[in-house]
């Protein structure tokens, strides 16, 4: 197995994908289980590892279509659904309306993450980096996500109801016409 074959599906930049996914889904069975800090750690190691696989993919020519969407299933499962999870989770909601309206803001999240990233995948073209993004890219808002994390975590933002408002505004973000610096 070669993994500096664009065609190897598990080819370095790809196996580093991989590796991102792992990380989401470990991510989100601690999440489930309320053990916040290694979902947090696993979830900032799959955001070095989502730099990581894009610097190795432009270096060594492994940018492919496969390698593009792959990707993007990665950010969807560990910058968008994860993320989420644990801002949801840690508001330790009671069963009942409110959680009911939390959660469809949360959902509405998901489905503006899932968005933004076909969005994305259907302008960009493999090994192809632009200027700028247009609306926030979802490791941003996973970031953004976290800090609102912290903010309840450490009683700064109590309400849940503010929590789901501010929520509410980074999904709308994600499909704006905001312009972001391409790193």
Known sequence: MNLMDPNNRFNLANSVTFANVACGVMAMYFVTQHMFLPAIILAWIAGGLDILDGKIARKHNLSTEFGVQLDSFADFLSFVIMPAFLLFYSLNLTSGFATFLIGLVFIYYIISGLRRLVEFNL????????????????????????????????????????????????????????????P
């Open 123 to 182: 302008y960009t073209d493999a090994g192809t980096v632009s200027k700028h993004f247009i609306g926030v890219p979802t490791p941003l808002g996973a970031i953004l996500l976290w800090v609102l994390y912290l903010l309840h975590s450490f009683g700064i933002i109590s309400s849940p109801w503010i929590i789901a408002i501010l929520t509410g505004v980074i999904a709308w973000s994600l499909n704006s016409k905001i312009k972001i610096p391409h």
